[in-house]
């Protein structure tokens, strides 16, 4: 429900302003509103876990998304629609954490890695999937269609969890800590502002750099007031264990590289290769199709050869497949071109769940939340960085040769950049010790049981 909305929305935008009597341009707001209202809220969802029980926070928020999808689609004016989208947002932020950590609590650890490679398939299909069914609405019926689908889906949802999900509770919540809200929610909040605005014309460099600078120094006043809270809203400390230390780094700098690959893979298909949007955009859910396939080997993969195996071997393969996409000419088959998107695609899915279950390695039980929470605001900011490192190649191309219009040789430069600076994740992996998360696969007790064969 959520990733669907969340892209069938771009494809709606220029029936909305019509409708609305907007431009587009300011209609991106409502994209904005939402992004923003997710950053700053993400950090209370441990502690409205903590506070509410899991379970409870999961239903209000499936609960509110649906409530908010149906404002928007009754909203007449642009303030009504963004203050829709707020609300959503707020929702959207606590159901993906909360959500994962009614998994992560009912799960056994030696069965997580199924359990992420599952939770992954929504998040994979919805992005791709979205604008397909964004734009049959829009032609079909009306743009607020769009958002009337989703109360429903959230309705069931949320019988759906009251019947099946058990209400796991973790230890109590101790004070809200407002301060570190704000610096936390704030600072991701303005960073995610600024990425967003890399490589359009509404800011001017100076004051993106601004709102970045802001941003960057009240994430680091909430370091030093973490230090010290009795109670810090994000729990800092996790990064100190290795295992979530690297998830979070590594898995950051190689979430960057893959972030902007959605976008380039569109530019090129359809700028470079000059293809009409509806067969651009099936080439390109081979990459959708690649993931599902994986969903079912990953589990036995990392069983059979350990999360930081993987993590470096899959990650070099993943880089030099993204890197390649850049090798595409618009004579290569479309067929070569849909193949090896499926392996890219089955190979990133990999490496996704691995990160994904990984974060979790060595957290007890009591930080679960912490580490969910943290694990969200991790991959926000990679996915918005991601987008930005897109613009800025390829404005940086653009200025180089003093061109004015994108063509397929800069997108195919960007491609190449883009898989040497998943690269760089390679040497983060590489400081995992051999048997970390084998707890997670069920490697460890795969390796006892055939130890005491022996």
């Given at each position: ?77 642009l ?18 954490p ?34 397909l ?33 058990p ?130 080997p ?19 393969l ?82 180089f ?11 195919s ?11 760089l ?30």
């Amino acid at each position: 429900m959520q990733g669907l909305e969340g892209t069938a929305i771009a494809t709606g935008l220029p029936s909305m302003a019509r409708a609305l009597g907007e431009s587009p341009i300011r209609l991106n707001l409502a994209i904005s509103a939402y992004m923003l209202s997710v950053a700053v809220c993400i950090p209370l969802s441990d502690w409205m876990a903590r506070r509410f029980g899991a379970r409870n926070v999961f239903c209000a928020a499936m609960a509110l998304f649906a409530l908010s999808s149906a404002l928007c689609g009754l909203a007449d004016t642009l303030p009504q629609l963004l203050a829709a989208r707020v609300l959503q947002g707020f929702a959207g932020a606590l159901m993906t954490p909360v959500g994962r950590l009614v998994i992560l609590r009912a799960t056994p650890r030696d069965r997580i890695v199924q359990a992420m490679s599952i939770l992954t398939i929504p998040a994979v299909l919805g992005p791709i999937i979205g604008p397909l069914i964004g734009g049959f609405i829009v032609e079909a019926a009306s743009w607020r269609w769009i958002f009337f689908l989703s109360a429903p889906v959230g309705l069931v949802g949320v019988v759906a969890a009251v019947l099946v999900i058990p209400d796991l509770r973790g230890e109590p919540a101790g004070p809200l800590d407002l301060t570190g809200l704000i610096l936390a929610g704030g600072g991701v909040a303005a960073l995610v502002t600024a990425l967003g605005e890399v490589g359009r014309s509404d800011w001017r460099p100076g004051a993106i750099l601004g709102v970045a600078l802001l941003g960057g120094l009240s994430l680091l006043a909430y370091v030093r007031h973490a230090r010290t809270a009795r109670a810090p809203i994000l729990d800092l400390s996790l990064l100190r264990l290795l295992p979530v230390n690297v998830a979070l780094l590594g898995g950051g700098v190689w979430r960057v590289a893959m972030g902007a690959s959605p976008i380039l893979l569109v530019l090129l298909l359809q700028v470079g290769f000059g293809l009409p949007p509806l067969k651009s955009a099936v080439i390109s859910f081979a990459g959708a199709a690649g993931a599902l396939l994986m969903k079912g080997p990953a589990t036995l993969v990392l069983r059979r050869y350990g999360f930081r195996r993987v993590l470096i071997v899959n990650g070099l393969l993943t880089s030099v497949l993204l890197g390649g996409i850049g090798l595409f000419q618009a004579s290569t088959p479309h067929a070569l071109v849909f193949g090896l998107l499926l392996l890219g695609g089955f190979l990133r899915s990999l490496q996704f769940t691995a990160l994904g279950a990984l974060c979790y390695a060595d957290v007890p039980d009591s930080s679960l939340g912490g580490a969910s929470a943290l694990a969200s605001m991790a991959q926000e900011l990679s996915q918005s960085l991601g987008v930005a490192m897109a613009a800025v190649v390829l404005q940086t191309l653009l200025a180089f040769r003093h061109g004015a219009t994108l063509t397929g040789q800069d997108i195919s430069v960007s491609f190449l950049v883009m898989g040497a600076l998943s690269l760089l994740s390679l040497p983060l992996f590489d400081r995992l010790p051999a048997g970390a998360g084998d707890a997670l696969s069920g490697r460890s007790a795969a390796r006892t049981g055939l130890v005491r064969q022996a």
